[in-house]
């Protein structure tokens, strides 16, 4: 059983840079564990952000996020982050980390069986 906390939502204005992280805990090895972002906006369904192999050799974006925003991890602390540069009001959502050992595809909302709580990202104009 994993568990993930997010943090580092918040409000910001159009333009700037927040970084979300996600804490992992529970009895396992966090760097066996292919890390994502989803995120949901309101009335939207839950969408892929962002996604990073185990030991962080592969990462994928989606094509809203290119170039903006950057997933990391640190295996030593358990840690997944978001660094969102450039926010624009439409990356308004609910942030979700998601976690699993084996995942066929990244993008895949169901290919992960654990998630955090979300946290909110409200980017005004």
């Known amino acids: 059983q994993v568990h993930l906390v997010e943090s580092g939502g918040g409000l910001v204005q159009a333009g700037g840079s927040l970084r979300l992280s996600c804490a992992a805990s529970g009895p396992t090895s966090f760097d066996t564990y292919a890390m994502a972002w989803f995120r949901q906006a309101p009335g939207e369904e839950r969408e892929f952000v962002a996604a990073?192999?185990?030991?962080?050799?592969?990462?994928d974006y989606a094509d809203s996020v290119k170039g903006r925003f950057t997933i990391s991890r640190d295996n030593a602390k358990n840690t997944v982050y978001l660094q969102m540069n450039s926010l624009k009001p439409e990356d308004t959502a609910v942030y979700y980390c998601?976690?699993?050992?084996?995942?066929?595809?990244?993008?895949?909302?169901?290919?992960?069986?654990?998630w955090g709580q979300g946290t909110q990202v409200t980017v005004s104009s």
């Open positions: 998601a976690a699993d050992v084996s995942v066929s595809d990244y993008r895949r909302s169901y290919d992960y069986d654990y």
């Open positions: 990073i192999s185990w030991g962080g050799a592969v990462t």
